[in-house]
């Protein structure tokens, strides 16, 4: 079976929804009596969500979701339904219920950020779960066993236990980290504990780690239910739009705390550039010291990630930040053989964003400090705007020193899914952080 297109970027994980059939994996591990007992109530209370092609009538997409009332509400994943939320005239959604009904499914509301989303089945009185209520207020604890449920790869209702182990650490989006098995398909099911409420939501997991997945915490779930039913419904024709508003709304907090966590100096060979200090700021080290045969040029570099990932459609997944700073030093080379060596190393690679983004668009040149505080710097601006999306872009800002004959640094900011004057400032911030260490 084909995995779903969403890998979260460097972090290595992907979205648990499911797309065309496979081979089954391998069986789950024995139940405890307390998984059984959740399973046998929670499994009436569970669906597969299909999203099928007008023309076809073929599902191309599947996920789960789950009743969280007597009158049809339930709960899903916003990139378990993003296709039909972009492009309703392709696709319309569908649900399969545990006695074999099924029927259609109306899309109330969704929550961009915590890939989530709300949807009316088109009939009443399913049994529904309820909210955890220690969950809404943050107050699970560590170490307590939650029971995540769904449909792996189309293989019917499974039941996964686990443990809850809090808020991820490094993350500025918040995920609890189940210790799991959450595969594709089970996006959007339910994680309850033994009791059957609540606590959370599927939505990924890592794929360079066993069972390391993520839920939505229950309280963003409880909170749209409670904006679907407050508010008008979402109307189809105009989700596209509401899906850029607030991907606005989340660059503009994102940013805005970017800012307030503040920044610090880090020296880079002959250089120093500026580091986010966010906790959610992760940052790796490489070198090319050990490589054989020895390098001609002394190459240290350092990769700083937001690690955020905001899923929108197929192709774009976006909302991250990118630092990257590579100090260059010739070994044996020449000036000349040092420069043309660099001038390979000093290309702005951006994000592929397919067809949903414009042509790249980049404008050079040189930036000169007056007081003579800094070196002379050789900049490049590159652009490419999201086509659904006015007043979004990924920028990348590629910088490289121009000042000393065999010694360079080159210094790259990535920003996805960011506004114009977001972008400029945190540019500008980055030029303005490169200076001399000695």
Not at 140 to 162: H, S, W
Not at 266 to 276: H, K, N, P
Not at 302 to 327: E, M, N
């Amino acid at each position: 079976m084909r995995i779903a297109f969403a890998a979260l970027l460097a972090s290595a994980a992907v979205l648990a929804a499911a797309q065309a059939p496979v081979a089954p994996g391998a069986p789950s591990g024995p139940l405890s009596s307390a998984a059984e007992q959740v399973y046998e109530m929670a499994k009436p209370r569970i669906l597969q969500v299909r999203t099928l092609v007008h023309a076809a009538g073929r599902q191309t997409t599947i996920g789960s979701a789950f009743v969280v009332s007597a009158d049809g509400y339930a709960v899903t994943n916003y990139h378990v339904v993003s296709r039909f939320a972009l492009d309703p005239k392709t696709y319309r959604l569908e649900y399969l219920a545990p006695d074999g009904g099924k029927g259609e499914l109306r899309l109330l509301a969704i929550d961009v950020a915590h890939d989530l989303a709300v949807v009316k089945l088109d009939r009443a009185g399913l049994p529904y779960f309820e909210f955890e209520p220690r969950a809404l207020e943050g107050k699970l604890p560590k170490g307590e066993r939650i029971y995540a449920m769904g449909n792996p790869l189309d293989l019917g209702f499974t039941i996964v236990e686990g443990t809850n182990n809090g808020l991820v650490d490094k993350s500025y989006d918040e995920r609890i980290h189940f210790s799991g098995a959450i595969n594709p398909g089970m996006s959007g099911g339910p994680v309850t504990d033994s009791d059957g409420r609540i606590v959370g939501v599927n939505v990924a997991k890592r794929l360079d780690g066993e069972q390391v997945g993520f839920l939505v915490p229950a309280r963003f779930a409880a909170a749209l239910v409670q904006r679907a039913r407050a508010g008008a419904p979402l109307r189809v024709d105009k989700a596209r739009e509401e899906v850029g508003r607030q991907l606005q709304a989340w660059q503009a907090g994102f940013y805005q705390r970017l800012e307030k966590e503040g920044f610090r100096d880090s020296t880079f060979g002959g250089y120093r550039g500026l580091e986010s200090a966010a906790p959610w700021m992760t940052c790796w080290a490489a070198t090319n010291a050990d490589q054989v045969p020895k390098p001609r040029v002394s190459i240290d570099t350092t990769r700083c990630s937001s690690g955020t990932g905001i899923f929108v459609s197929d192709r774009i997944l976006t909302g991250r930040v990118d630092v990257i700073y590579s100090y260059h030093q010739a070994i044996d080379l020449n000036a000349f053989q040092f420069a043309h060596e660099l001038a390979q190393h000093a290309a702005a690679s951006g994000i592929d964003g397919g067809r949903r983004l414009t042509e790249q668009s980049c404008s050079d040149d040189f930036v000169r400090d007056e007081r003579g505080a800094r070196p002379l710097l050789r900049a490049t601006w590159c652009m490419r705007a999201y086509r659904e999306f006015e007043g979004l872009y990924n920028v990348t800002l590629l910088v490289a020193t121009q000042d000393r004959e065999r010694e360079a640094l080159l210094a790259q900011l990535t920003m996805q899914g960011v506004s114009e004057s977001n972008a400029l400032a945190l540019g500008r911030r980055f030029l303005e952080g490169i200076r001399w260490a000695r």
